[in-house]
């Protein structure tokens, strides 16, 4: 019996990533969905029908690479106003560690944020969500962080959801609760990680508004004990946990992260190896953050070679923020990715989409493969390695998601 099929594509050149390496490259391929499912992706010879009989409309996309849709795995791109005085700051001498202790940094966007009507806050949030999708992101992390209420952690959250609604994209949503400390909590730390914990993190889970938990584990943050409090709770609800770990020093992080199974530790810049090792253990993620690592101009790099020896998979994303990492290409953190750490552009690309699914605990996308979603991109380029070779401006000719072609 023939399967017939929504939309077929002829002529591509399919990189798959399929497989645990490689591009899962198919010349001359075909790939074809109903509804939002794959239902053929393989070469043309092998269809199983004529294009016309096996779909109701198919075309020729002319050798044109074909990708899963990327990935965006970490990002804060739900936030009010901006930061460029700070970058103005930075370039005159001062560290981010200095203006946070001086009352800027992340709580000068908790005001804003604040601030900001949930109108005002999607407003300037969703041209940020728009420019990913533009170079072919179909789904997308987005953490709170920026509220440090239960009032603003819960706006920023439902104008997360209401961007994926809006643009037809995927968002998936983190309570990122421990962040930083409020004024309001100044000199009772204890107290906000009880709130955090034992308050806000049930309220939320209980009106389905995240995903996953995240907390900032740094000196200029929180202690590595705050985050396990955070974190049992979080898994008394059975939420799965994420860590910003090790970005500014080695906290253990990325062993904490593993000793709750997390689905990733992020930034790693001063991870060890026994935090490597533990990661591989629990199967964790290590989401590299090379656009923060370039705004901030550090120079130690995560431990790639271990991560690579442990077969801890890497994924890379554009930490999208107003402070350190106001980056709003996913393609350019894969260039950077590649050439600040030393990534291949296969590592790269798989960072983006089939490691970047499994960061977010999402099974049913980021490679090309019959019973998959149908989330794609047709780009402008021939060889996969282009993705993360060309700098500036696009590159994705379209862009699929759940099937749908999304307006460029
Ligand atoms: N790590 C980061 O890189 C961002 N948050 C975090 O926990 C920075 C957020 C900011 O500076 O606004
Ligand atoms: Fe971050």
Redesign the pocket.
Do not use: C, M, V
């Given at each position: 019996m023939t399967v017939r099929c929504d939309r077929l594509l002829l002529d591509c050149t399919l990189a798959t990533l399929s497989g645990d390496s490689g591009y899962g490259l198919v010349e001359h391929a075909a790939i074809g969905w109903r509804g939002g499912t794959i239902v053929f992706a393989g070469p043309m010879r092998e269809l199983p029908a004529e294009p016309e009989a096996f779909a109701l409309a198919s075309e020729s996309v002319h050798g044109a690479l074909v990708t899963p849709g990327l990935v965006d795995c970490h990002t804060?791109l739900v936030f009010g106003g901006e930061?460029a005085d700070e970058f103005e700051q930075r370039l005159e001498g001062a560290s981010?560690e200095a203006i946070a202790r001086a009352g800027g940094?992340?709580l000068s966007?908790v005001r804003a944020t604040r601030a900001a009507s949930e109108a005002r806050l999607l407003e300037q949030s969703l041209p940020r969500a728009q420019a990913l999708l533009r170079d072919g992101v179909t789904t997308v992390e987005v953490k709170s962080?920026?509220g440090l209420n239960l009032e603003t952690e819960m706006k920023m959250l439902r104008v997360a959801r209401r961007i994926g609604r809006t643009l037809g994209i995927s968002v998936r949503t983190t309570f990122?609760g421990l962040?930083a400390l409020p004024p309001e909590f100044a000199d009772r730390r204890a107290d906000f990680v009880a709130a955090a914990s034992d308050e806000w993190l049930p309220a939320v889970a209980g009106g389905r508004l995240a995903d996953a938990v995240d907390a900032?584990c740094?000196g200029i943050?929180f202690t590595p004990e705050e985050a396990r409090r955070f974190f049992e709770s979080a898994r008394g609800l059975g939420l799965p946990v994420k860590l910003?770990a090790d970005?500014l020093s080695n906290l253990g992080g990325a062993a904490l992260a593993a000793a709750f199974d997390g689905l990733s530790a992020d930034?790693l810049e001063w991870t060890d190896e026994a935090g490597v090792e533990a990661m591989a253990r629990a199967g964790s993620v290590a989401v590299l953050?090379p656009g923060?690592f370039y705004a901030l101009r550090e120079t130690r790099s995560p431990p790639i070679a271990g991560f690579r020896e442990h077969g801890v998979p890497m994924a890379v994303a554009t930490?999208l923020?107003?402070?350190?990492?106001p980056l709003r290409s996913l393609r350019l953190a894969m260039n950077m990715a590649c050439t600040l750490f030393g990534l291949t552009p296969e590592e790269a690309l798989r960072g983006a989409t089939a490691n970047a699914a499994r960061a977010l605990g999402l099974g049913d996308r980021g490679v090309l493969a019959q019973g998959r979603r149908a989330d794609l991109v047709v780009w402008h380029a021939r060889r996969p390695a282009e993705l993360a070779y060309w700098i500036g401006d696009t590159l994705a000719a379209r862009v699929f998601a759940g099937g749908a072609e999304l307006p460029a």
């Open positions: 804060h930061r981010y940094g992340i966007t962080g920026y990122l962040h900032f740094e943050a910003h970005q930034h953050l923060s930490d923020n107003p402070g350190t990492s």
